[in-house]
C-alpha cells in the first residue's frame, strides 16, 4: 500500500510539474567532446589506447612501412603534438621484414602487447601477424621482445589482429584469407591461449565480404575491432579497396552470446561509415575505439584522406591522416557514427535543456527533434563568430559554409553570402544557461535580449522574459 500511494504521488507531483509548465528533469547528456581534426598526418590504421595511468597511447602504419612508432598524452588533442617514439624497426631479411603495418597497443595482465602484420624480405605479400611483448611501465622507454607469429589454421595472407574480453574471456579477431574462398581475406574469432600470442579451440569465421560495397575494388573485410555498448557487442571492419571505396561494415551481437557462435552475428546490409564528398573526406575505415577524457563518451578513431582521386596503387598513397570522433547512439542502444565530419573542429550537438531532442535542420529550417536522423543533419561545428571574437556561429556539418541565423525572428540554416548583415544574424553570444548555469544560452548579437529559444518544435529568436522561456532557451551541449 505504502508503495501504491508512493507511485500516485509521484504521478501527481509529474502531472503538476508539466501542467505549470517547469522543467521536467532530464536524462544526462554526454558532454561534448572537442577535439580538432586530424590528429596526425601520414598515420594510418590508427589505434589510440587509454591506460589507467591516465595516458592516452597512440600507434598507427607509417608511410614507409618500416617501423612501429608510440605516442602518448594525457588527451586525445595532445596527441597530436606529442613526441614519437619509433619501438621497433623492421628486420633486414627474413620474415617481419616488408609491410609494417597496423599495429595495436593492448595492456594484457601486467604487460604491454603489441599486435602488428608484417611481409617477408624475399616475398613482400606473405603477410602474418606478429607479437611484440613489453614489460616496462613506459612502454616508448622499455625494451620490447619479439614473441613471435599468431598461428591460425592456415599458412596464408592475415592481417589486422585485435583482442577484447567478453564476459572475463578475451577473444582474438583478425583478417584472413581462407583457402577455398575467392576473397582478400575475410574475419575469424578465437579464444586467446595460454599467453596473449596464442590462440586457442575452435576458429570462427564471422563473415565473408559478398555485398556490393565490400568488394569494389578488392572482396575485403579486415580491421575487425569491437565496440561494446549497452549489452551489446558492435564489430566494426574495413570493407573494399583502400581508396575512396574503403568504408567500414558492422556486425551486431549480444553481449550475452556466444562470440564464437557465427549464428550470434548480424551483419548491417549498409555500410555504417563512408566517404562523404560535402565535407571532403574519402575512404574513411581501419577503426578502433577510445574513450573521452571524462569517460562518458566512445570515441571512434580511424583514417581517411581528404581527397579522392589516387594515381597508381592506393597503398603507396602515403596521405591517409588520423581522425577522431565522438560515437553517438541510437534510440534502440545501437551506435550511429554519421558522416566523417570536415577536417577542423569537431562539431556539437545542441540539446534541449527542458526537452530530450535535438536542435536539426530541416529543409534548412531549425527545429527540435528526437532520434535526428541522420545525426549530421544535428551536429554543428562550433566556431569563432563570422561578426568576429566573443561570439560563436553554428556551421552545418552536413552543409559546410551553411550557418545557423537568425531571419524575421526565425532560425535557419543558410549559407553564408559574405554579407555584414549574415555575419551578424549568424553570431551569438554564449552566456551561461537561462535556467541552468551548467548548461549555455545564446543572445543574439544584434538584438540584444533576444535569445535562440524553441517554441512548438521550432527554433526562434525571442526575449526571454519567464521560466518557461529561460528553459526553452537553454541547451546542452554534446
Not at 211 to 236: C, D, I, M, S, Y
Not at 350 to 379: C, G, I, M, T
Amino acid at each position: 500500500m505504502k508503495t501504491t500511494l508512493h507511485r500516485l504521488l509521484v504521478l501527481v507531483l509529474i502531472t503538476v510539474t508539466c501542467v505549470a509548465g517547469l522543467p521536467v528533469p532530464q536524462a544526462i547528456a554526454t558532454p561534448a567532446v572537442r577535439n580538432t581534426n586530424p590528429i596526425a598526418e601520414r598515420r594510418a590504421d590508427p589505434h589510440i589506447f587509454k591506460h589507467t595511468d591516465g595516458f592516452y597511447y597512440f600507434t598507427a602504419t607509417v608511410p614507409e612501412y618500416d617501423r612501429i612508432v608510440l605516442r602518448r598524452a594525457t588527451t586525445i588533442q595532445g596527441l597530436a603534438t606529442a613526441a614519437e617514439t619509433v619501438i621497433w624497426r623492421k628486420h633486414s631479411s627474413g620474415e617481419m621484414a616488408a609491410h609494417i603495418w597496423a599495429p595495436e597497443i593492448h595492456f594484457i595482465n601486467g604487460k604491454w602487447y603489441v599486435y602488428f602484420a608484417a611481409g617477408r624480405s624475399d616475398d613482400i605479400w606473405r603477410i602474418r601477424m606478429y607479437v611484440l611483448e613489453s614489460s616496462s611501465a613506459n612502454p616508448l622507454t622499455g625494451t620490447w621482445t619479439e614473441r613471435g607469429r599468431v598461428t591460425t589454421p592456415w599458412d596464408t595472407f592475415s592481417l589486422d589482429a585485435s583482442t577484447f574480453v567478453n564476459n572475463g574471456v578475451r577473444y582474438l579477431t583478425w583478417a584472413q584469407q581462407e583457402p577455398g574462398i575467392a576473397t582478400n581475406s575475410n574475419l575469424y574469432v578465437a579464444r586467446m591461449g595460454a599467453n596473449p600470442w596464442t590462440i586457442t579451440g575452435q576458429v570462427t569465421r564471422l563473415t565473408v565480404p559478398t555485398l556490393t560495397w565490400e568488394t569494389r575494388g578488392h572482396k575485403v573485410a579486415e580491421g575487425p575491432t569491437v565496440l561494446q555498448h549497452n549489452g551489446k557487442l558492435f564489430l566494426t571492419y574495413s570493407a573494399s579497396a583502400t581508396d575512396a571505396n574503403y568504408c567500414l561494415g558492422m556486425l551486431t551481437a549480444s553481449a550475452s552470446s556466444d562470440p564464437l557462435n557465427a549464428a550470434s552475428w548480424t551483419k548491417s546490409p549498409n555500410p555504417v561509415f563512408a566517404s562523404n564528398a560535402a565535407t571532403s573526406q574519402y575512404g574513411p575505415g581501419h577503426n578502433s575505439f577510445t574513450v573521452s577524457e571524462d569517460g562518458q563518451s566512445d570515441i571512434m578513431v580511424y583514417h581517411d584522406r581528404n581527397y579522392r582521386d589516387i594515381v597508381g596503387d592506393p597503398l603507396n598513397d602515403p596521405n591517409r591522416r588520423t581522425r577522431v570522433q565522438k560515437v553517438y547512439y541510437k534510440a534502440d542502444g545501437t551506435p550511429d557514427f554519421g558522416i566523417p565530419v570536415a577536417d577542423g573542429p569537431t562539431p556539437v550537438r545542441l540539446k534541449s535543456y527542458n526537452a530530450d531532442r535535438f536542435v536539426r535542420h530541416w529543409e534548412f529550417r531549425a527545429k527540435l527533434e528526437a532520434n535526428v536522423a541522420p545525426l549530421a543533419d544535428s551536429q554543428f561545428k562550433m566556431v569563432t563568430g563570422l561578426a568576429g571574437s566573443g561570439t560563436v556561429s553554428f556551421e552545418s556539418t552536413n552543409f559546410p559554409g551553411y550557418h545557423l541565423r537568425h531571419r524575421n525572428n526565425e532560425l535557419w540554416v543558410e549559407r553564408n553570402d559574405g554579407s555584414t548583415l549574415f555575419r551578424n544574424d549568424a553570431s551569438f553570444t554564449q552566456r551561461a544557461g537561462l535556467a541552468a548555469s551548467s548548461a549555455v544560452s545564446f543572445e543574439s548579437l544584434n538584438f540584444t535580449g533576444r535569445y535562440i529559444r524553441h517554441s512548438n518544435g521550432l527554433l526562434y529568436l525571442q526575449p526571454v522574459t519567464d521560466a518557461q522561456a529561460r528553459a526553452d532557451a537553454t541547451f546542452v551541449l554534446e
